[in-house]
Nanobody, 122 residues
Framework: QVQLVESGGGLVQAGGSLRLSCAAS????????MGWFRQAPGKEREFVAA????????YNTDSVKGRFTISRDNAKNTVYLQMNSLKPEDTAVYYC???????????????WGQGTLVTVSS
């Protein structure tokens, strides 16, 4: 029902910025909440941020601490994650996901992108 395609990952120096994008398609894609998760080597999947279809957002402040911003463009069916002041500990595969309702729980998300790798060097 919802297909997700991510882009924007890459290699950056500590202190740099990246903007991740996730394009959604499908009959009901616009009506879904969208979330970003990340998984570093040897660690569990971690919630980063999420946004409802009308623009209400929530963040994992322990990991993000005001450095990241989630947004969406419903006309483009695209969600973004702007990442500033990147740190080596931000290195992970970043996944976007779609859910019926805004949530910070991965089990609430029914559709997942393929992931995009973000590597932050020190």
């Amino acid at each position: 029902q919802v297909q997700l395609v991510e882009s924007g990952g890459g290699l950056v120096q500590a202190g740099g910025s990246l903007r991740l994008s996730c394009a959604a398609s499908g009959r009901t894609a616009r009506r879904h909440a969208m979330g970003w998760f990340r998984q570093a080597p040897g660690k569990e999947r971690e919630f980063v941020a999420a946004i409802s279809w009308i623009g209400i957002s929530t963040y994992n402040t322990d990991s993000v601490k005001g450095r990241f911003t989630i947004s969406r463009d419903n006309a483009k069916n695209t969600v973004y994650l702007q990442m500033n002041s990147l740190k080596p500990e931000d290195t992970a595969v970043y996944y976007c996901a779609a859910a019926l309702n805004l949530s910070d729980h991965p089990q609430s998300y029914d559709y997942w992108g393929q992931g995009t790798l973000v590597t932050v060097s020190s």
